[in-house]
C-alpha cells in the first residue's frame, strides 16, 4: 500500500510532497522508489529524500542533496516505533534557500503522512 501526499507545503516557490509505503528489505526499498520515480513529475524533483526502519533492526536514510533531511525522516520514523515502511519527502526547490526553515518542512510532511497512515491501519 502507498500513501501520497502532494502539495503539502509550499514556501518561498519550493513545494513538497510526501509517499510511503510498507516495504521488505532494502530490494522493497529500491522496488518502493522505483515505482515512485515512475511518475515523472516525481522523478524530476529536486530532492526525493527518504529513510526506512527495517524489521531485522537495520536503518537506511539518503539525503539526496538535502543535506540532513533523510536523519530527520530516520529519527521520526524510530521515535514513531514504525518498521518496514519507507518514507518520502520530495521537493521542488523554488529558487530561494530556505534554511533551517526546510527541516521544518519535512517534519511537517512526516507528519502530514503519519496520521495518513494511521488512518489506513
Known amino acids: 500500500m502507498m500513501i501520497r501526499l502532494n502539495q503539502?507545503?509550499?514556501d518561498r516557490g519550493s513545494r513538497y510532497a510526501v509517499a510511503g509505503g510498507s516495504v521488505q528489505g532494502r530490494a522493497g526499498v529500491?522496488?518502493?522508489?522505483?515505482?515512485?520515480k515512475r511518475d515523472r513529475k516525481i522523478?524530476?524533483?529536486?530532492?526525493?529524500?527518504w529513510a526506512v526502519v527495517l524489521s531485522d533492526g537495520g536503518a537506511l536514510r539518503n539525503?539526496?542533496?538535502?543535506s540532513g533531511?533523510?536523519?530527520?525522516?530516520?529519527?521520526?520514523?524510530e521515535r514513531e516505533g514504525l518498521?518496514?515502511?519507507?518514507?518520502?519527502?520530495?521537493?521542488?526547490?523554488?529558487?530561494v534557500h530556505l534554511g533551517g526553515d526546510r527541516f521544518a518542512h519535512v517534519v511537517t510532511c512526516v507528519?502530514?503522512?503519519?496520521?495518513?497512515w494511521r488512518k489506513a491501519n
Do not use: P
Open 30 to 36: 529500491d522496488a518502493f522508489l522505483a515505482d515512485l
Open 63 to 66: 539525503d539526496d542533496g538535502e
Open 69 to 77: 533531511a533523510g536523519a530527520v525522516i530516520l529519527k521520526m520514523l
Open 8 to 10: 503539502v507545503v509550499s
Open 43 to 49: 522523478a524530476k524533483a529536486t530532492h526525493n529524500s
Open 83 to 95: 518498521t518496514d515502511t519507507v518514507v518520502v519527502v520530495t521537493r521542488w526547490y523554488g529558487g
Open 111 to 116: 507528519r502530514a503522512f503519519l496520521a495518513e
